[in-house]
């Protein structure tokens, strides 16, 4: 089992920044990626930005967002810079653990508005 906790949400003014953290706890041996997705009003969950093997992010959000990892701490970090309002959403921090098992924070609302 993995727990996923994250935090850093909140309500921002459009070209603003926000700086999402997602602690990770329980079985952090059995982690093959780490990262966020996102869930807008009426939309599917989307991947945002993922580490594993390699990065992956999202078209919509390249060049703009950044993931890092802190292992030491078992942490994970989503740098959202140059926020739009369709950055709208529900974050969630995401693992796929050994098993393709795949566990979910609680979510976090980042509101991009003026």
């Known amino acids: 089992q993995v727990q996923l906790v994250e935090s850093g949400g909140g309500l921002v003014q459009p070209g603003g920044s926000l700086r999402l953290s997602c602690a990770a706890s329980?079985?952090?041996?059995?982690?093959?990626?780490i990262g966020w997705y996102r869930q807008a009003p009426g939309k599917e969950r989307e991947l945002v930005a993922t580490?594993?093997?390699?990065?992956n992010y999202a078209d919509s959000v390249k060049g703009r967002f950044t993931i890092s990892r802190d292992n030491a701490k078992n942490l994970v970090y989503l740098q959202m810079n140059s926020l739009k309002p369709e950055d709208t959403a529900v974050y969630y921090c995401?693992?796929?653990?050994?098993?393709?098992?795949?566990?979910w924070g609680q979510g976090t609302q980042v509101t991009v508005s003026s």
């Open positions: 995401y693992v796929r653990a050994t098993g393709y098992l795949d566990y």
């Open positions: 329980g079985s952090i041996f059995s982690i093959n990626a």
């Open positions: 580490i594993g093997s390699s990065l």
